[in-house]
T-cell receptor, first 113, second 117 residues
Framework: DAKTTQPNSMESNEEEPVHLPCNHS???????IHWYRQLPSQGPEYVIH???SNVNNRMASLAIAEDRKSSTLILHRATLRDAAVYYC??????????????FGGGTRVLVKP | DAGVTQSPTHLIKTRGQQVTLRCSPK?????VSWYQQALGQGPQFIFQ???????QRGNFPDRFSGHQFPNYSSELNVNALLLGDSALYLC????????????????FGAGTRLSVL
């Protein structure tokens, strides 16, 4: 499984943007980049995913480097509810039937009021 | 529309005992995966069920087994419990997508916290 590398933790002030980096230098051409987050005492929840182009949804934006060896999850205005562990995960969509997710340690985001 | 539900929420067992955890997938989903999350670590994939068969398996011993029922719900069984089996056990579901790209989004339950004493 292709691996990802993320910083252990990051801090942000409320209402400010948060940029969460992820390195995936061994990514293959068929790997999608997924981001999940895990709030305290909850299971992980899907945030966003992409293949080559930048993506936006109501939760966040995903910026993917041109060589696809890195990506950045952007929370545009962090709130206290965004405090969570954020996981960057590669999944191969050629294998259907719900591919397993390989979680690393993730980045723990602390949002200060 | 109910999401993924797991039961029980908490469980305490002693070493050597056996435990069964249950999961009901999100409505419309037919594939169920199980993950183990030790304290302070990311979830680790145990196995995945589709059409009542184990389709993928992670690096877990045979003490870990599962089952999927015709209504797509699933059970995780762990035999001969060890202290190291203490963890949060997460169930995730997704639809079985063959052709549509980018749709492999898994939905997780809140988990079952297992403590082995």
């Amino acid at each position: 499984d292709a691996k990802t590398t993320q910083p252990n933790s990051m801090e942000s002030n409320e209402e400010e943007p948060v940029h969460l980096p992820c390195n995936h230098s061994t990514i293959s051409g068929t790997d999608y980049i997924h981001w999940y987050r895990q709030l305290p005492s909850q299971g992980p929840e899907y945030v966003i995913h992409g293949l080559t182009s930048n993506v936006n949804n109501r939760m966040a934006s995903l910026a993917i480097a041109e060589d696809r060896k890195s990506s950045t999850l952007i929370l545009h205005r962090a709130t206290l509810r965004d405090a969570a562990v954020y996981y960057c995960i590669l999944t191969n969509h050629i294998k259907a039937a719900g591919n397993k997710l390989t979680f690393g340690g993730g980045t723990r985001v602390l949002v200060k009021p | 529309d109910a999401g993924v539900t797991q039961s029980p929420t908490h469980l305490i067992k002693t070493r050597g005992q056996q435990v069964t955890l249950r999961c009901s997938p999100k409505s419309g989903h037919d594939t169920v995966s199980w993950y183990q999350q030790a304290l302070g670590q990311g979830p680790q994939f145990i196995f995945q069920y589709y059409e009542e068969e184990e389709r993928q398996r992670g690096n877990f011993p045979d003490r870990f087994s599962g089952h999927q029922f015709p209504n797509y719900s699933s059970e995780l069984n762990v035999n001969a419990l060890l202290l190291g089996d203490s963890a949060l056990y997460l169930c995730a579901s997704n639809p079985h997508i063959w052709d549509r790209e980018g749709a492999n989004i898994q939905y997780f339950g809140a988990g079952t916290r297992l403590s082995v004493l």
